[in-house]
C-alpha cells in the first residue's frame, strides 16, 4: 500500500534562517505531488505542484520554493523565513488519473519566530 | 475561478444527534468534489469522494453526501454522530490534476 511521510511533524526557527521541509511517498510510482499550507484561522492553500521530476508549479508567489529530486520525493524550501511563513505544511500525492483523490501527510507545524 | 464555501464556521451537535455540513462551490464544468476530515495537529484523511454517477455517495465513519448540480451543493450528512466525530471537515473541489480548492472548513463540536 502506498504511504507518505513527511518531517519534521514540527519546527521553530528563527526569522532569517533557511528551510527545507521533506516529503517523500512510498508504494507507487510517477505520482503528482504538492504542498499546501495551512495558515492559522484560514482554509488550505495550495502552493506547488508537481507532475514529475524537475516539473514544478507554482500556485501563489511567496518566499518558498519547491523541488522534486527524485519521483517520489518533494522538498519545501526557503532561504529566509518570514514571520508570515508560520503555518502547517502538508505534503499530498495523487495518481495521474483524473478521477482519483489526493492522499495527505501528517503535516509540518512551523513557527517562525 | 473555482470556489468552496462553508458558511458555518462551528457547529456543535449533540452526540446522537444527526449533522448536515454544508458546502457550496463554483466550478464551470462537472466538479470532482470530496470532504476530508482533519484532527488537531494531523493530517487530512479523506471521508468521501464524489466523480460521477449516483449523486449520493458513502464514505467511511457512516458519512453520505449528497451533490445537487442545480444547488451547487455537496453536502454532508450523518445520522447519528458519535464523540469521536469532532474535528474539522473540508469540503474540496478538484481544479484538475488534483489541485485542490478547500473551503474554510467547519468545526464540529459534539456535545454529551
Known amino acids: 500500500s502506498q504511504t507518505i511521510h513527511q518531517w519534521p511533524a514540527t519546527l521553530v526557527q528563527p526569522v532569517g534562517s533557511p528551510l527545507s521541509l521533506e516529503c517523500t511517498v512510498e508504494?507507487?510510482?510517477?505520482?503528482?505531488l504538492y504542498w499546501y499550507r495551512q495558515a492559522a484561522g484560514r482554509g488550505l492553500q495550495l502552493l506547488f505542484y508537481?507532475?514529475?521530476?524537475?516539473?514544478i508549479s507554482s500556485e501563489v508567489p511567496q518566499n518558498l520554493s519547491a523541488s522534486r529530486p527524485q519521483d517520489r520525493q518533494f522538498i519545501l524550501s526557503s532561504k529566509k523565513l518570514l514571520l508570515s511563513d508560520s503555518g502547517f505544511y502538508l505534503c499530498a500525492w495523487s495518481g495521474r488519473a483524473a478521477n482519483t483523490e489526493a492522499f495527505f501527510g501528517q503535516g509540518t507545524r512551523l513557527t517562525v519566530v | 475561478a473555482q470556489s468552496v464555501t462553508q458558511p458555518d464556521i462551528h457547529i456543535t451537535v449533540s452526540e446522537g444527534a444527526s449533522l448536515e455540513l454544508r458546502c457550496n462551490y463554483s466550478y464551470g464544468a462537472t466538479p470532482y468534489l470530496f470532504w476530508y476530515v482533519q484532527s488537531p495537529g494531523q493530517g487530512l484523511q479523506l471521508l468521501l469522494k464524489?466523480?460521477?454517477?449516483?449523486?449520493l455517495v458513502q464514505g467511511i465513519k457512516g458519512f453520505e453526501a449528497e451533490f445537487k448540480r442545480s444547488q451547487s451543493s455537496f453536502n454532508l450528512r450523518k445520522p447519528s454522530v458519535h464523540w469521536s466525530d469532532a474535528a474539522e471537515y473540508f469540503c474540496a473541489v478538484s481544479q484538475g490534476f488534483q489541485k485542490l480548492v478547500f473551503g474554510t472548513g467547519t468545526r464540529l463540536l459534539v456535545s454529551p
Open positions: 508537481s507532475v514529475g521530476i524537475g516539473q
Open positions: 508504494g507507487t510510482s510517477n505520482p503528482n
Open positions: 464524489y466523480f460521477s454517477g449516483d449523486t
